[in-house]
């Protein structure tokens, strides 16, 4: 019966201590695009770009 004593309010400050945490991540836009990272893997530019210093050599 005693350990409820301490058990309790400290699970109460851990409920808080997370509600605080979510209420942070989506007020600083942590869920605003879920979709775009993974996404933006998928749609990797494997092409060289113009411009660039380094040709590759082709051997015939």
Known sequence: ??????LIPL???LVGVLAW????SVKNGQ???????GQAILMDD???Q???S???TQKH
Do not use: N, Q, V
């Open 50 to 52: 113009l411009g660039s």
């Open 31 to 37: 869920f605003d695009d879920l979709e775009g990272p």
């Open 1 to 6: 019966m005693e350990s409820l004593f301490l």
């Open 46 to 48: 494997d092409a060289p």
């Open 11 to 13: 699970s109460l400050i």
């Open 54 to 56: 380094s040709k590759p």
């Open 21 to 24: 945490i979510l209420r942070w």
